[in-house]
Structures are given as structure tokens and as C-alpha cells.
């Protein structure tokens, strides 16, 4: 069988600073011995927002699916993920059978056949709008720490497009 050969992502070759790890906020909900879940799951369907075009590599009108929603630990809440997807990945697959609370990593796996093999993760401190304080129950003085990442396939195709706001759980 033959391969395709090496693939050079040049977005992350040409990045000043890497930290090369990665883990999904699940399996650090589970390494401090809590359950992992989300409620106030959103999922529209909208076109490209600015960021995420760039991001994308894609035009303003293209469709994608928004995937908002509030993640536990236990009963305690710790972040606010909005995931950010071209519709044109699901191909002829229905989304409305798809339980959009599992990891996203896992959905575009199984529904898209794509697996992401490399992350451009962009971090600062933030306050988070109103809504995103508000669903996080922060005090008016407590910071979160935002991640805005852009997913890449294994052919080094951008495909997804997280804002992710944590709070000092982790």
C-alpha cells in the first residue's frame, strides 16, 4: 500500500512558540476525579462570522454549524466551548441524530471521517461577554482564560474553529 507521503503543515511550522500537548477538556475533568457533562447545548446553523472564515479558509457565506455549550464538572461549571463547523464536512450525514455533547474531536471522526491531528492555539486572559459570565456564575473581578484554536485534518485542512473561555477550575 502506498502513502501520501509527508505532510508539512505550514501554519504550524512557521508558528514563533509551541507547546506541544493536547487534551481535551473532558479528560482533564476526568484526571481530577469529576464527571465530565453539558448542559445549555445550542447547535445553529449560521454563516461564517469573520474570525471564523479566516480561521476556515473559507468565504463569509459559507454555511456552518455553531455548537455552543456550557460544560460541568459534576455540578460546577468550568468552561464555555463554542465549536465552530462547515456544514459542508457532514456530506449527505443528517446532524439531527448526532449527540452534539460528546467531544467534538469524536463527532467529526465518526460523522466526517476526519480526524484532527494538529491544533493553532492562540491564548489571553479575558472577562467574557455578559452571557458567558453569566452561564459560568463568575464573580464580577474573576478572569477567564480564552483559547481561540484552529483544528487541522491530517492533509493539514483547517476544519474547526473553538473559542473556548475556562475558568480557574483547571
Known sequence: MRGIGTVI?????????RMDQKF????????????????????????????AAQA????????????????????????FSTDIVPCSLFGTTRTDGIDFTRPIFNILDEACGIQVSSTITHLRA????????????????????ELSETCYSRL???????????????
Open 126 to 145: 479575558a472577562m467574557g461577554d455578559p452571557a458567558v459570565r453569566h452561564a459560568l456564575a463568575l464573580q464580577h473581578d474573576q478572569a477567564l482564560l
Open 24 to 51: 481535551e477538556f473532558t479528560q482533564m475533568i476526568r484526571a481530577r476525579g469529576m464527571q465530565p457533562n453539558s448542559d445549555d447545548l445550542r447547535v445553529s446553523r449560521h454563516t461564517a462570522d469573520a474570525d
Open 9 to 17: 503543515n505550514r501554519d504550524v511550522v512557521n508558528l514563533a512558540r
Open 156 to 170: 493539514c485542512r483547517p476544519v474547526l474553529r473553538c473559542r473556548t473561555f475556562y475558568t480557574d477550575f483547571f
Open 56 to 79: 476556515l479558509n473559507i468565504s463569509l457565506d459559507t454555511p456552518v454549524y455553531y455548537i455552543c455549550r456550557r460544560v460541568l464538572a459534576d455540578n460546577t461549571p468550568v468552561l
